[in-house]
Nanobody
Framework: QVQLVESGGGLVQAGGSLRLSCAASGSTFSINAFAWYRQAPGKQRELVAVIGDGGRTNYAESAKGRFTISRDYAKNTVYLQMNSLKPEDTAVYSC??????????WGQGTQVIVSS
């Protein structure tokens, strides 16, 4: 089992920055990828960024050039640095962990609100 706890969300003005954290605990050795998703009110959940076990990253088009996903192995924490935030980035951001076998693990989410 893996537990994920997100933090770092909040209210920020357009153009500002936030850094989200996802602290992982439990059987983290089984995880081969972490990802950040977001879901805005009335919209489907969408993938924002993913980082694989070798550090390879991938981003949604909307996140490229503005967001950076990173992983601190020593702290078992995954980060999402978000710069140049826009009102359309407003959403609940959730962290997920993909194990070698079985279903993904999910955190409870953290709210990000970007005011115009």
């Amino acid at each position: 089992q893996v537990q994920l706890v997100e933090s770092g969300g909040g209210l920020v003005q357009a153009g500002g920055s936030l850094r989200l954290s996802c602290a992982a605990s439990g059987s983290t050795f089984s995880i081969n990828a972490f990802a950040w998703y977001r879901q805005a009110p009335g919209k489907q959940r969408e993938l924002v960024a993913v980082i694989g076990d070798g550090g390879r990253t991938n981003y949604a088009e909307s996140a490229k050039g503005r967001f950076t996903i990173s992983r601190d192995y020593a702290k078992n924490t995954v980060y999402l640095q978000m710069n140049s935030l826009k009102p359309e980035d407003t959403a609940v951001y959730s962290c997920s962990a993909s194990p070698d076998y079985g279903s993904d693990y999910w955190g409870q989410g953290t709210q990000v609100i970007v005011s115009s």
